[in-house]
């Protein structure tokens, strides 16, 4: 079976190469998922774009870390829950609220019906439950959110079957299993 290695900068192309350049003065490195990626210059620059694209959206970056993690954990992505549970606690998440969210809990009611909403996209591939779709509107949010929403979705998935497909190693604290 063809083993997916982790490219070093030598292997990928140029225009890989000045992302990498990019996200080593952004991160202080290249994680191992992004130099994966980077097999492709389309794909890399793509999600990179995309992910960006939600930055400036319908929601905070606490909201967004806290759909990453639900994703990640309906998806069973070691790596992105590794680098994700990182992310959130940086962002304030304390580590059980971390655990909470990997299984789609909130003690803050609008965060709540966001995590139970994705978390059906990804279970469901998208026919979610009408009541979890009509709560995520009396929760405030609009139609933006929502497609924004499933933008955040699908960006994690990508990451998440990348890793699932590669197996590369975790380059990020591994974190406990849920109970």
Do not use: W
């Amino acid at each position: 079976m063809k083993t997916i290695d982790v490219p070093v900068r030598e292997q990928v192309s140029a225009q890989t190469q000045e992302i990498f350049d990019k996200l080593n003065k952004k991160m202080g490195r290249v994680p191992n998922l992004y130099a994966t990626i980077g097999y492709s210059d389309n794909a890399l620059k793509g999600i990179l774009d995309f992910e960006d694209a939600f930055s400036h959206g319908a929601f905070t970056p606490k909201e967004r870390e806290a759909v990453n993690l639900v994703v990640s954990q309906v998806n069973n992505c070691s790596y992105c829950l590794a680098a994700h549970s990182m992310l959130a606690g940086l962002k304030g998440f304390s580590s059980e609220e971390i655990m909470q969210i990997r299984k789609g809990l909130s003690v803050n009611t609008k965060l709540q019906v966001v995590l139970q909403l994705a978390k059906s996209i990804v279970e469901n591939k998208g026919a979610v439950e009408p009541v979890l779709k009509e709560a995520f509107f009396d929760a405030g949010y609009n139609e933006a959110a929502l497609i924004e929403l499933i933008g955040l979705v699908t960006v994690r998935t990508f990451t998440n079957y990348v890793y699932t497909l590669t197996d590369i190693p975790v380059d990020f604290p591994a974190v406990p299993t849920l109970q």
